[in-house]
């Protein structure tokens, strides 16, 4: 089956079309009315110059019958038939014709041969009538008058004139009016198309810009076809609706990245949190179990397992509570107690806290802060947050080292907290890592003899963001690694 589709018309062929159309029968009526208006015009004038043709004759030929001492009778207007042509063709300027009651000429002086016309059958019928001829170029206008006297017909008076330069002169003026409604056609029509052009280019443009964005290309459309018009405001809006589309698109896309991260985040975490609770039931199983079998048997190896089920029981208590630890800081339920802090004392204190431990592998912590430091906080976040950063230090550092601890400000809002070990460092390619729950820089076993379960520093992130902080690690192998805490003075986000 053949189907035809309408051809398609735009908008600019539309305006175009409308003008044109409206432009034509304009000019169209205006030639028609003023050929119409000029054609009256000459008939009124030939119609006024024959009425006084008419009166011209009438008046010549009583003054040639009272010159004659004549009457005017059947007889006499017979007779002296050449006569009144002769008479009357010089006092109207022109030819004419005489004929009698029944149409035959009286006078051998008549130009032409009488036709019945109409205007001759109007005046055989008693009425003065005339009509147009047209030869070619030529036009020439004939007049019959009835002569009567006492309403009885005697004979009747022709008379020709040639009216070709009056009709000349109108022709040509129709003519000029014709070209001249031309040449304004021509310019309302080229006009049109420059202004449909000017109309309908922004709306292309517009059409354009949302067929773009129905294929998923959001460009707003330029500003430089934007007028002030409606089609301009139309443009504005369209820009701004695009610009809120890129807007929402962006935040879509962004929350999914941010969506897709925190499921990989929640896996790993996942996956963290069973390996790492795992190895501790596994050797408590299994120790149970070897228990169980052997009874009280081996005195011993029963000592030995139950020390091993206490350590693990131990090690897997840590690991939980520092879960908690971790989703705590993580969870909004959870609301810091934000109060003024003496953070110089406060490190101070931890400082001193924490060489107990570090005394055990030789290590020793020296303390830096500088004086009046003070900040909006939790007291008790904050501490949380240096005896994580101080213990992984300790974890991480060399045996027989020293950790530096500084504290000081930072401009007018910050203060800053850097703990510098003498470890091992760790590879540049796993410290966008470090944050993540759990994670653990291959090869390195120390931290497992010193108990670290891989929550620290990710603890440490949480607490310094509620601060409207930030932590930041740096690490040089063979020489050691800074962790760098910035706080805001004034608490940062109380809410967040």
Known sequence: MITFTRPRLTIRHKLLLSFTIVIFIGLLSLLLVSARITEQNVARMIQSDMIQTKKTIELYMNQYYLSKNMVLNVTSFKAEADGLVKELSTAVGGPIAIYDAQGRPLSDLNTGTPTLSGDFRESLRGSIAYSIIRSGDVTTVRLSSPIAIHGSLIGIVQFMKDYSALYNFTNRIITAVKWFAVAIFALVFLTAALLARRITKPLDRLASSVKQVAGGVYEPVPTSLVGTDEIGELSRSFNQMVEQIKTQ????????????????????????????????????????????ENGFSDKPFFDKGMGYILNESQRLNDKVMQIIAFSTSASARFPYRFGHVELSRLVRDVCEDMSVKARKYGIVIHCEAMDQLQLVGDKEKLRELLINVIDNAIKYGGVNTTITVTAYPKGMQQIIIAVADRGPGIPHEHLSYLFEPFYRVPGAKKEEERGSAGLGLAIVQRIAARHGGSVDVSSILHEGTTVTVVLDKEGGDHDA
């Not at 985040?265 to 996956?271: A, E, L, V």
């Not at 039931?281 to 149970?288: D, E, F, P, S």
């Open 249 to 292: 698109i962006a935040t879509i896309e962004q929350e999914r990245d941010t969506l897709k991260e925190t499921q990989a985040m929640s896996k790993t975490f996942f996956d963290n949190v069973t390996h790492e609770l795992k190895t501790p039931l596994t050797t408590i199983r299994g120790y149970a179990q070897i228990v169980v």
